[in-house]
């Protein structure tokens, strides 16, 4: 197999891009070094930071207490699987509900 003597239009072509590649990469520089956010060195809080995120958790929490606790004092209806608290209650209104619905009490 014999090889092809190199074409001199395609060789200067080929420098003139190598180049350019050169010219265009000083341009912009090496790339930047990347790295997960979850990796990077974290910065430390001051204090006037850190009391600021408690003050903010501490008074989240308590709504959320105020909120728990008006839920637990409403006077919604409950509903009857709430209303029925143990699994023999359960069973008993199972077996009330299946005589209710039968035709038993007929006779």
């Keep these: 197999m014999t090889t092809r003597s190199p074409d001199p239009r395609i060789e200067a072509l080929a420098a003139r891009l ?3 590649l050169q010219e265009r990469a000083d341009i912009y520089g090496p ?3 990347w790295e997960p956010i979850w990796k990077r060195p974290r910065k430390p809080k001051s ?3 850190k009391k600021a995120e408690l003050r903010r958790q501490r008074k989240r929490l308590r709504n959320a207490g105020q909120r728990r606790f008006a839920a637990g004092q409403s006077r919604r209806p409950r509903s009857r699987q709430n ?3 143990n ?3 359960r069973r008993d209104a199972r077996a009330l509900s299946r005589v209710r619905h039968s035709n038993a009490w007929l006779w």
């Design 18 to 20: 190598r180049k350019d």
């Design 87 to 89: 699994a023999a209650a």
């Design 83 to 85: 209303r029925i608290g």
């Design 47 to 49: 204090r006037a930071a």
């Design 31 to 33: 790339p930047p070094l």
